[in-house]
């Protein structure tokens, strides 16, 4: 089981990923050689240089033709580098585009299925009921905002003055405090004490 859970997703390779890795590597080399003609085109010039400076004029003459002839293999090479990197751009772009394809291939599908799972009959429904709801709306926001008739006027002044009348019939708690009430001792030394009568 941990073997199921441990093991990497592979990630497919299709021709396209085969084909832009191939020109990079191509391009690659390429660089690699322009360098290399670079260094020696340096190390000829020197050459050339001190051939001069030792007098051998013609051998200086045959190193500069041929110092020539590389640095025209080098603007080839530079051609067919820019052009590699066109034919990788142009492949980079073509499969973005068939995502692009393949993403609105898919949201067109999944429009197809949402139409096919609500009718025609079933959207003007939800249009019809929605629109209602929205005219019910607005007539609540207009009574709301003023927009009353005089009788719904003259009805509301009604109902407050029956609420206020309400309010006055009601009537008013007491505001004094309570007395307060005495301990039970005080009251039992207030009291009279009962006479006893001598007996005849």
Not at 63 to 92: F, G, P
């Amino acid at each position: 089981m941990g073997n199921i859970f441990g093991r990497k997703r592979r990630s497919r390779v299709t021709e396209q990923d085969k084909a832009v890795l191939q020109l990079k590597q191509q391009r690659d080399k390429l660089r690699m050689y322009q360098k290399k003609i670079m260094l020696q085109l340096e190390k000829e010039r020197e050459v050339a240089r001190q051939l001069l400076r030792d007098g051998k004029k013609e051998k200086a003459k045959l190193l500069i033709k041929k110092k020539r002839y590389q640095e025209q293999l080098l603007e080839k090479t530079e051609t067919q580098i820019s052009n590699l990197e066109h034919m990788v751009q142009d492949i980079e772009f073509t499969q973005i585009e068939m995502k692009v394809i393949e993403g609105l291939k898919v949201g067109n599908d999944c429009l197809k299925k949402m139409h096919e799972a609500m009718s025609i009959e079933e959207v003007e429904r939800i249009m019809d009921e929605t629109q209602e709801s929205i005219e019910y709306q607005r007539q609540i926001d207009e009574m709301l905002s003023g927009s009353l008739t005089q009788e719904d006027e003259e009805a509301i002044l009604e109902e407050l003055d029956a609420l206020t009348q309400e309010e006055l019939e009601l009537p008013e708690a007491p505001t004094e405090p309570l007395p307060e009430k005495k301990p039970e001792r005080e009251a039992a030394k207030a009291k009279p004490k009962p006479q006893l009568v001598a007996a005849s």
